[in-house]
């Protein structure tokens, strides 16, 4: 059974930073995809960045490209977004999810699996 679990959320001040994680189990193949979206109410889902396990290649959103960084730790099966410069409209609830394919894409519905989220307020 696939599972994603977020941790990391809370209040961050406008351009500060703050570090998201997401822990990864239950996926039994070495090259999966697993990326970051975002939701603020009233609007879709916005996919923010993604990372192939295997390779470590990344795909970025234009709204947070040079701010945002997402790795990985194959060995503890972690995957990290590292959010610098924030601003008032990064904020959201974040969420990650996983692509067993492998694909680099950033739209909801290329997603199998999903974590609960956690919310990020960047507020002063």
């Known amino acids: 059974q696939v599972q994603l679990v977020e941790s990391g959320g809370g209040l961050a001040q406008p351009g500060g930073s703050h570090r998201l994680s997401c822990a990864v189990s239950?996926?039994?193949?070495?090259?999966?995809?697993v990326g970051w979206f975002r939701r603020v109410p009233g609007k879709e889902r916005e996919g923010v960045s993604c990372?192939?396990?295997?390779?470590?290649?990344?795909n970025y959103a234009d709204s947070v490209k040079g701010r945002f960084t997402i790795s990985r730790d194959n060995v503890k099966k972690m995957v990290y977004l590292q959010m610098n410069d924030l601003k008032p409209e990064d904020t959201a609830i974040y969420y990650c999810?996983?692509?067993?394919?492998?694909?680099?894409?950033?739209?909801?519905?290329?997603?199998?699996?999903w974590g609960q989220g956690t919310q990020v307020t960047v507020s002063s």
């Open positions: 999810a996983a692509d067993w394919r492998g694909r680099l894409l950033l739209t909801e519905s290329d997603y199998d699996y």
């Open positions: 239950g996926f039994n193949r070495d090259l999966y995809t």
């Open positions: 990372l192939a396990t295997k390779d470590g290649s990344t």
